[in-house]
């Protein structure tokens, strides 16, 4: 059993559903006046957070070069002074697909050399590499679920489930 490639495929599968539900978005949702965390900010967090723990470690970061600071946070820094990042200039759709097909080349290229027992390289999580990429993918899925609904309840839009991507 390579579980790499099964990791690859959950990945892909998920990063695939995350597009769908990008693509979909009609434009008055995208980015709804009025929201605190309008759909496309949800979908950035949820990508780049993808990024983050597919990096070696907090130390060794090479984010994607679109990444702004701050954007990643839905409420107050988890860290002092506890503020509000402010996300006044939003993504567009093109950036943020473009940026699932970075992640898609990322998992591609990194999975299959994860040392799965390494730490996770994160001291917030201080679990494995495994329990890190189980992590990645279920905070993604939970995104996409998020997102899908609000395409359900304020656009009647589904997405279709992807059960496995390519590995």
């Known amino acids: 059993?390579?579980?790499?490639?099964?990791?690859?495929?959950?990945?892909?599968?998920?990063l695939s559903m995350m597009e769908q539900t990008v693509s979909s978005c009609p434009d008055g949702l995208w980015n709804e006046?009025?929201?605190a965390n309008p759909f496309w900010r949800v979908a950035y967090h949820?990508?780049?957070?993808?990024?983050?723990?597919?990096?070696?470690?907090?130390e060794e970061l090479t984010l994607w070069e679109e990444a702004r600071t701050g954007y990643q946070f839905l409420g107050p820094t988890p860290f002092p002074p506890?503020?509000?990042?402010?996300?006044?200039?939003?993504y567009r759709k093109e950036e943020m697909?473009?940026?699932i097909e970075?992640?898609?080349?990322?998992?591609t290229r990194?999975?299959?050399?994860l040392e799965l027992g390494a730490p996770s390289g994160?001291?917030?999580?201080?679990?494995d590499k495994l329990e890190l990429q189980i992590y990645n993918i279920r905070h993604l899925q939970q995104h996409v679920g998020d997102l899908s609904t609000i395409l359900l309840t304020q656009a009647d839009l589904e997405i279709d489930w992807i059960g496995k991507g390519p590995s």
């Open 122 to 127: 994160f001291h917030w999580l201080p679990f």
């Open 46 to 58: 949820a990508l780049f957070y993808v990024d983050l723990y597919l990096q070696p470690s907090e």
């Open 82 to 90: 506890h503020e509000q990042p402010v996300a006044d200039n939003p």
């Open 97 to 99: 697909l473009a940026y």
């Open 102 to 107: 970075y992640l898609r080349s990322l998992v």
């Open 33 to 35: 006046p009025g929201q």
């Open 110 to 113: 990194t999975v299959p050399a």
């Open 1 to 14: 059993m390579d579980i790499t490639r099964t990791f690859t495929s959950q990945f892909h599968a998920a």
